[in-house]
């Protein structure tokens, strides 16, 4: 497995400290993020999922925790949108050139408009995907905000 994406690549270029982790992906399982969560002996409030969305009809990034699911409504209204809906895989891997199941927020193909679960900043660190299914970034989640240059809002369903 190669350590050297275009998410720590990224993460490198923007001077964020992180520390890399993989694991063994397995692509039957139903839900990656909480098998990625279960691989790392991790809380799943701290192994963040990427998801890609389009709003009202342009693509849009979403990271929450991996045992949650994101309300499109609060995700739409974050991002000052009317409507979000989730992205079709092939769009998703064509706009982020990873592939499902290794979609990183960091080093993307074009900077999407990002949104990041608040709560996941009460947290001292997080874990969200290095751009490799298989490989997470450990770092600091207000590092992650800031590279990203994202917004932190209440975004996962009740």
């Known amino acids: ?39 790392l002996g991790e809380d799943p409030r701290r192994v963040l999922k990427t998801l890609v969305v389009m709003l009202d009809g342009k693509p849009a990034c979403a990271i929450l925790p991996s045992d949650k699911e994101v309300s499109m409504k609060k995700l739409a209204a974050a991002l000052k949108g009317k409507s979000a809906a989730m992205a079709p895989v092939s769009d998703a891997e064509r706009i982020t050139g990873y592939k499902v199941g290794g979609v990183s927020p960091f080093g993307q193909k074009k900077r999407l408009p990002t949104v990041m679960e608040e709560a996941a900043l009460a947290e001292s660190y997080v874990f969200i995907n290095g751009g490799q299914r298989g490989l997470q970034v450990k770092l600091a989640p207000a590092d992650a905000v800031k590279a990203l240059g994202a917004t932190a809002a209440a975004i996962v369903a009740d």
């Open 1 to 39: 497995m190669s350590k050297s994406t275009p998410a720590t690549i990224a993460l490198t270029k923007a001077g964020v400290a992180f520390d890399l982790y993989t694991y063994e992906y397995d692509p039957g399982s139903e839900r990656v993020g909480l098998q990625a969560a279960e691989a």
